[in-house]
């Protein structure tokens, strides 16, 4: 009866928002602590809801002004209908028409702890509370008043103790204004387009040479006063397939080079996205910028050199570059990531160019230009570029904040195939032709090997020729600096090359064997180290993979594997197919075949999705799967034979026969008797913040690193973390879980109102469970790279130990999603070197621990 009046407002056949019942909690508030959460909703008004989890429901308070961390603030809080416990993690667009029209995301969550009875409290009208979110913290009230308003009216007070801060001082609901479990901006209708053309509006102000110290507009939401940084990384575009969903801004795709602009008090530098300072290359621009008078600055944009027709030539900027004529390079801008004093990175995208518009509002130099977006539709925005000549499109995503790295927020769409590749030797010219005939190419594979791409012999005049050829000479080598011959045919008579040089080609296509055919040479590239040079594949769009086609064999390098119900849908919720994770397995099969090789598994398989029932299997016994590896059974006498997984043709396999989980044992065949790792699975109250998962997880690492051991992290594709520490296979099983146990006593013992080492729902009330049990011979922890049979398919992840503190959370990467983060890290693995890190437990490691 606590939802009727929240199931009565709804059609949930049109609405996105949960339907539910309410829960009665006695058996669930034994296993979980009480949750809150806070959601930005951009409805008739924006405002906050705020929903404390009591009894089977979200209690539900609209406040208008959000909530303040000012004891002096009180904050009018509206009480409104239960909602359901699934409500704290909805995010999405209410359609228009239907009751609270409008976006969503969730502002804050966390867990809320009573102060006395919360029943009694709530009937009272009078509760005190201390949250633990991953913005909020401290003791909270709520306080009915006597105000009539046609609902009850409440008021929302931060109590004065170390969390509260004066409101002059910090708003936290401007400072920190996006959602904690996705990277969703909500960018108010009405009031936000009004914002943004006032922050875009020209400002009338004379021209001034000396520096301009006014701070930036108050528009800059999300701006923090910082010192100027030595060094910014520019953030990078995922190449895409087609124009993506959603809210994007679009520009043109400059054929230049990328130039970050460091501005401090009048000392201009010009760094390229490596960080060559390349200021002495372009003194002009550098004076152009120094004449803004901003005070101190960092600029993103892109040099260019444009032809007759006003198009960006690449091959003419490298000419500029090579005779010292800067005079003819035209520095675009189009961002902004610090201004004055103030760090702009968690500012909007449309605020940080329309302050961006501003700072170059005093330019009266042609070589300093702002790089205009698109107001029409980006098909034909896309279609209109191309015809022109031009690269491509640059597409934005509405308010994203700037990262440097490069980030799915960022897309390029290219007119045609272009890319880097690496010289790697050069044939004799024929007829009239100086100089060389072709230019033979080659692209690094994902294991760092050379590989032979095809050849270049068009887009050569006289003058190229003659100085490129030169350069050739100065590299010339004794043998191929590939990895594997290429076909003779097009190699005869070669000079091969130290692989030093790198140039950019377009191409019509690119065949199976990775060999360009109908290719034009654009240039050199100087910019870029030529180890990064690797194939630069599209990511898929989530509307193009939606789209696609189901066929009835999915492809790999190996050969094809017949998939049966290619199009049975696998999970209702995002409508993935069997054939959709076919894929995907083979696809990721590079990266996740290095962690199968050799190890026992256990398949978890869903035949009728992840809806149905799930099958654990050790075994093949019971249901044979091709290709997969039996284990000699002596490796593990009196058990059936194991079995593991060592080809793309196996994995696929097991996609087909309905594996949607992979878990693997800590050991590699043949020693069983010794395992080469252990696990340390951080498994949260799932009421928790992720921000303590975060804090849980540097803290354990910590502890690793104080007695001497290299440790390494995975997201676990559901809530939790694990870490992973590699060891010489010399350990008894015995002695390792021992060693785990410890760990995680000591950090329970150490922490323990954050930490527990005993399993069980009822023991990680509010708390960690740093879950040692995985550590036995014949069990398991999920594989990096398998999927989770969880709504959304999501994927267990490698991940940098730096990139921990940036991480919404531990299911982000999809089997939609992944594929462009890894093509993106190269060889930037974050498990790279696991497999040679050669540790063993020692006593003096025991005794740290309090081991007798």
Request: hydrophobic share 35%; glycine share 8%.
């Amino acid at each position: 009866m606590a939802l009727d009046e929240y199931n009565r407002k709804r059609d949930f056949a049109a609405t996105p928002e949960p339907g539910g019942k309410s829960q009665t909690r006695p058996k669930r508030a034994k296993s979980s602590a009480l949750q809150y959460c806070i959601q930005k909703h951009d409805a008739t008004r924006l405002h906050y809801d705020f929903r404390l989890e009591l009894d089977g429901t979200l209690k539900s308070w609209a406040v208008p002004k959000g909530p303040s961390l000012d004891p002096k603030s009180r904050r009018l809080a509206v009480h409104v209908e239960d909602h359901p416990l699934e409500y704290a993690t909805f995010e999405g667009s209410i359609p228009a028409g239907h009751y609270g029209a409008g976006d969503v995301i969730v502002w804050d969550r966390g867990v809320w702890i009573p102060q006395g009875d919360p029943q009694e409290g709530y009937s009272k009208g009078k509760l005190k509370f201390t949250l633990e979110g991953e913005k909020l913290s401290g003791t909270w009230n709520l306080v009915r008043t006597r105000m009539d308003g046609g609902k009850e009216q409440w008021f929302l007070i931060k109590s004065n103790d170390e969390a509260a801060r004066p409101e002059q001082e910090y708003d936290i609901v401007e400072a920190l204004p996006d959602s904690v479990l996705s990277d969703r901006t909500l960018i108010p209708r009405k009031r936000g387009k009004a914002k943004i053309e006032v922050a875009a509006k020209p400002v009338k102000t004379p021209v001034k040479k000396q520096s301009r110290k006014q701070e930036p507009r108050a528009t800059l939401s999300g701006a923090k006063p910082a010192p100027l940084p030595d060094s910014i990384k520019p953030q990078l575009a995922t190449l895409v397939e087609s124009v993506p969903d959603g809210d994007w801004y679009y520009e043109v795709k400059f054929d230049g080079y990328r130039i970050m602009a460091r501005i401090e008090s009048g000392k201009v530098q010009l760094f390229t996205r490596n960080g060559h300072d390349w200021t002495a290359k372009m003194p002009q621009q550098a004076e152009a910028l120094a004449a803004l008078g901003l005070e101190s600055a960092w600029l993103d944009g892109e040099v260019v050199v444009p032809n007759e027709e006003g198009t960006p030539d690449f091959q003419a900027l490298q000419n500029a570059f090579e005779i010292g004529r800067s005079g003819s390079i035209v520095y675009y801008l189009f961002d902004m990531p610090y201004l004055n004093g103030m760090d702009l990175r968690e500012v909007p995208l449309e605020e940080r160019r329309a302050a961006l518009s501003q700072a170059l509002e005093s330019n009266d130099s042609e070589l300093l230009r702002f790089s205009a977006d698109f107001t029409e539709q980006p098909e034909s925005v896309l279609e209109s570029a191309c015809q022109m000549k031009l690269e491509g499109l640059i597409g934005k995503r509405a308010g994203s904040t700037y990262v440097s790295k490069r980030s799915s927020s960022w897309v390029k769409i290219k007119c045609k195939n272009r890319q880097e590749f690496i010289i790697v030797g050069f044939t004799d010219p024929k007829g009239a032709r100086s100089g060389f005939g072709a230019l033979l190419l080659g692209l690094h594979n994902d294991k760092g090997e050379l590989h032979y791409a095809g050849k270049v012999g068009t887009g050569f005049n006289q003058i190229t020729l003659k100085s490129l050829h030169a350069k050739l000479k100065k590299l010339e080598a004794d043998k191929s600096p590939l990895a594997k011959a290429p076909p003779a045919a097009d190699v005869r008579g070669a000079h091969w090359l130290k692989p030093e040089l790198m140039c950019e080609v377009a191409y019509a296509e690119m065949t199976r064997q990775g060999v360009i055919r109908h290719s034009v040479f654009h240039g050199l590239r100087s910019d870029k180290p030529a180890q990064a040079i690797t194939h630069e594949r599209p990511a898929k769009a989530t509307k193009a993979a939606a789209a696609r086609k189901s066929t009835a064999s999915a492809s790999n390098s190996a050969g094809k594997i017949k998939i049966s119900n290619p199009e049975r849908i696998i999970d209702k919720s995002i409508g993935a197919t069997k054939m959709e994770l076919a894929r995907f397995y083979a696809e990721v099969a590079p990266w996740a075949l290095p962690h199968l090789r050799q190890r026992p598994l256990a398949l978890v398989r869903a035949p009728e999705g992840i809806e149905g029932e799930l099958f654990f299997q050790k075994h093949t016994e019971k249901l044979s799967i091709p290709h997969i590896t039996q284990l000699d059974t002596a490796l593990f006498p009196k058990h059936a034979a194991l079995m593991t997984i060592d080809s793309v043709e196996a994995l696929v396999s097991a996609a087909q026969m309905g594996t949607i989980e992979l878990h693997t044992w800590n050991a590699v065949a043949p020693v069983l008797d010794h395992p080469d790792r252990f696990v340390l699975d951080l498994d949260p109250d799932p009421a928790l913040p992720w921000k303590r998962m975060v804090e849980a997880t540097q803290l354990t690492q910590t502890l690793l690193d104080e007695i001497g051991l290299q440790s390494y992290l995975k997201t676990s594709g559901g809530k939790g973390l694990h870490i992973l520490v590699p060891l010489e296979p010399v350990h008894s099983w015995t002695e390792v879980k021992a060693f785990s146990q410890a760990i995680a006593q000591y950090m329970a013992k150490l922490l323990p109102q954050h930490f527990s080492a005993v399993s069980g729902p009822k023991n990680r009330v509010g708390k960690i469970f740093i879950d040692y049990l995985r550590n036995s011979q014949g069990a398991s922890t999920v594989a990096a790279y398998s999927v989770r049979a969880r709504e959304g398919l999501s994927v267990s992840v490698p991940i940098h130990r730096d990139e921990l503190a940036d991480l919404k959370g531990a299911n982000i990467w999809t089997i939609r999603n992944l594929m462009p983060r890894l093509e993106e890290q190269g060889d930037d693995d974050p498990w790279a070197g696991i497999d040679e890190t050669g540790q063993t437990i020692t006593e003096e490691m025991r005794e740290r621990l309090g081991m007798k």
